[in-house]
């Protein structure tokens, strides 16, 4: 490999942001916005909003083979299970055969190397995590305690809510906190029958899911040129509206009104160059993915929000002779206690009658059941809990092709909607352990170069005790609505990484023997890098994360400017 | 559980956003193996392509909407079983089309034609995984129902709904189509 070495003096800001996806978009808005001139760097090609959705506006019979995966396509994407290789999205997700990593245990990496990285293709379902899933870890003796509480972020929570645009409905329970919500979405018939069988029977609340789509944009949504959710449901395709937040459509273009962002793209950080004797970091060593040219940059602060996996790995490839395995890897924790949500288990049911009952538009939402095992008097034989997301919809023209039948009346009947089907779907905690993790082989290369990641992690006895649970409460709860041929099920081949909510491997903590950040998410021993993605999370919670990251960035950039004007970076 | 409903259940959880010719169609892929063949040009000899367009045609005929040959099925099958289908899904199905050619479908009456179908579906009903049967329906219906007269004569089309509500429809109301599901 020839690498150019190009140090070039005149490429100093004041901070380096590094990843332009969820996390990486707040630290730049939030940064510039305090006055910092910033600099973005993202190893993926460049994504500009709207006009780069090419698949956005087009109509079915546009795409060669339906939505029907072709071959080349699934050899090409196969961390996914194939579904993102689907011809509308495939450019969103990152083509794994280019971008290989190691399983020494099954995982599922599922990448989007591009601006806004998985903000683009999240599910957007967005929860507030509550009061004990920061207490869990001390009380039950789970790994280490978190150096925050709930109370902590509470401003923080409800500063990026307002700004990213929540639909939901208030609910005031404890074990989902309420967000500053906009409009909630409607529910179809069979999914309000459900919720009030299993509020009646079993007294356990149903709300709508909480989803980043905006249903009645206030002021600042518009000023940045986001409008009101169409209910087209091609999300995956990039939204020309603006409606679902993305970094591309909210964080990049506030921050980019500041005139104090510069965002370089198809830069891999390589590593974050150390100075030694100051025991803080200098700036980053970048490879261009085209040209491999390699370049530096320098700024006073380092925001790493590569993905959970990408920051850690930089952090690892990060090494000197005060770091020799690894920035801020003093507790030997970096890599360790990866953790995931587990999912790809629960129920499903035909529903009888309601034939009359229909719906309007593409919803890209669902139900969502809040934990309620291990909560409040119930107690189980396994720790932590698990909520479900799912929905009932009726059936289209494709369940034809298992029925029997063909001809005029067949043609016609498959014009018609189809019977009522319903899901539940179980997302379960998984608890940090250390032998689950992930490190860097140093033997076998990628095509810049840089080591392969190999992954070594599974769910443990306390998950697989769980699944039982979600299987069969989602079975009961079904029941309890008199749904039919009600199947409780539990995907074998759902492996860690599926769930794509990759946590931990950097953590937060008290104590720098046992934990890489600080209370703030900057590294212990190396100040003036904060990390504030899925990596610095000390336990997983249940529900989904993005808006824990996002709460915990803010907050991390708000008392970097701080440290920075009290010249203590 | 098989590995095909395994991952019906997977595409359900990520995010419900895939459509349900989607789950499908990875249903499929699971199915079909993993040797790789990507070919070019055409798949089908003339006679085969000319019996697989009367097959699309009887399963989809033309009424007062188009039928299948109306709006390229026939076309359409050569692309999908040359780029999305392998071994040994493919060689099911190319037997299949052999035995057609076999007992001179095309010379048959339409009557003929409709009963050797039925036959062969009533065949397919005692097996398990991917037969002739299933992926021509699968690739008529697909072919069909997402072209633009298919869409258009067939369903309500809605690319942009702009809300999303419970209503009431009445019997024999057309469904609603949004263009997600590619």
């Known amino acids: 490999m020839n690498l150019n070495i190009k140090a070039d003096k005149g490429q100093t800001y004041d901070a380096i942001v590094v990843g332009s996806g ?95 990285g998985k903000s683009l293709v999240w599910g957007k379902h967005t929860y507030r995590w509550n009061q004990e899933d920061f207490l869990a870890n001390a009380k039950q003796g789970i790994g280490i305690d978190w150096p925050i ?54 007294n356990r609340p149903i709300t709508i899911g909480r989803v980043a789509h905006l249903t ?54 390589k590593e974050v160059i150390l100075d030694d004797k100051a025991q803080k970091a200098k700036g980053v060593r970048v490879i261009d993915q085209n ?17 959970t996996i990408g920051s850690t790995s930089i952090l690892m490839n990060s090494r000197s002779a005060r770091f020799p395995n690894g920035l801020g890897n003093d507790s030997d924790q970096l890599g360790r206690n990866l953790m995931d949500h587990h999912l790809a288990v629960g129920a499903r049911a035909d529903i009888d009658g309601f034939e009359n009952d229909y719906y309007f538009g593409a919803r890209p939402g669902s139900l969502y059941i809040p934990r309620f095992r291990n909560w409040g008097s119930d107690k189980r034989d396994y720790l932590r809990g698990f909520g479900y997301q799912g929905g009932a919809s009726r059936t289209d023209w494709s369940r034809g092709a298992a029925e029997t039948g063909f001809g005029a009346d067949f043609k016609k009947q498959m014009t018609q909607p189809g019977p009522w089907k319903i899901n539940l779907s179980g ?64 995907n074998p081949v759902a492996h860690m990484g599926l769930g794509i909510h990759e946590m931990g491997t950097a953590r937060m903590g008290k104590d720098p023997k046992t934990s890489v950040l600080n209370k703030f998410n900057q590294v212990h021993a190396c100040k003036n890098v904060f990390v504030t993605d899925g990596s610095s999370m000390t336990s997983a919670s249940n529900v989904n994360p993005s808006l824990t990251y996002m709460a915990l960035t803010a907050r991390a950039a708000d008392h970097a400017v701080a440290q920075l004007k009290a010249r203590n970076l | 559980m098989n590995r095909r409903d395994a991952v019906t259940q997977v595409a359900w959880i990520l995010g419900g956003v895939l459509s349900a010719p989607t789950i499908q169609a990875m249903n499929r892929w699971q199915e079909l193996g993993l040797t790789s063949t990507h070919r070019t040009g055409t798949f089908l000899t003339e006679t085969q392509h ?133």
Request: hydrophobic share 35%; glycine share 8%.
């Open chain 1, 22 to 116: 969820m996390t990486g978009g707040w630290a730049a808005k939030e940064l510039t916005e305090k006055g910092l001139n910033v600099l973005m760097l993202e190893r993926g090609y460049e994504i500009k909003h709207i006009e780069d959705y090419k698949t956005a506006f087009k109509d079915p019979w546009e795409f060669e083979h339906r939505g029907k995966i072709s071959n080349v396509a699934s050899e090409e994407h196969y961390a996914t299970m194939y579904f993102s290789a689907k011809e509308g999205s495939q450019y969103m997700f990152t083509n794994d055969k280019e971008h290989p990593y190691v399983q020494k245990r099954p995982f599922n990496w599922i990448r989007a190397y591009h601006t806004g």
């Open chain 1, 216 to 269: 009645n944009p206030q002021p600042w949504h518009t000023a940045l040129g986001r409008a009101s959710c169409q209910f087209r449901n091609r999300c995956t395709r990039g939204c020309p509206f603006g409606a679902y937040f993305s970094s591309l459509a909210a964080t990049l273009p506030a921050a980019r009104q500041t005139n104090r962002l510069t965002i370089v793209h198809n830069a891999i950080v």
């Open chain 2, 50 to 182: 000319e019996i697989m367009a009367r097959v699309a045609e009887l399963i989809i005929p033309r009424t007062d909407t188009p039928g299948a040959i109306d709006v390229g099925v026939p076309d359409f099958m050569e692309v999908m079983l040359r780029d999305c289908y392998k071994k040994p899904a493919l060689d099911t199905f190319l037997t299949g089309v052999d035995g057609l050619e076999k007992k001179g479908f095309l010379t048959l009456s339409t009557d003929a034609q409709t009963a050797t179908l039925k036959q062969i579906e009533a065949d397919t009903q005692k097996d398990s995984g991917p037969s002739f049967w299933l992926i021509t329906k699968e690739l008529t219906l697909l072919g069909y129902y997402t072209s633009e007269a298919g869409i258009k004569a067939s369903f309500d089309y809605q690319p942009i709904p702009g809300k999303f509500e419970a209503i009431k429809i009445n019997p024999g109301q057309k469904d609603f189509m949004y263009g997600n599901q590619a």
């Open chain 1, 427 to 490: 997302f379960g905690e998984v608890l940090p352990d250390p032998n689950n993790r992930f490190y860097l082989d140093n033997k076998q290369l990628d095509k810049w170069g840089q080591p392969q990641v190999v992954f070594d992690a599974d769910f443990g006895e306390n998950e697989r005790a769980m699944r039982k649970d979600i299987m069969n409460d989602g079975a009961e709860m079904l029941e309890a609505a008199g749904f039919k041929n009600v199947v409780a099920y539990d």
């Open chain 1, 149 to 202: 509480r709930y109370e902590d972020l509470v401003p923080w929570y409800s500063y990026v809510e307002k700004f990213v645009g929540i639909s939901g409905q208030a609910e005031k329970l404890a074990v989902l906190p309420d967000s500053h919500f906009q409009p909630g979405m409607a529910m179809t018939a069979p999914e309000t029958h459900l919720k009030q069988s299993v509020a009646q029977k079993m």
């Open chain 1, 291 to 307: 040209t491999l040219e390699v370049r530096e940059f320098y700024a006073k602060v380092i925001f790493l929000n590569a993905g």
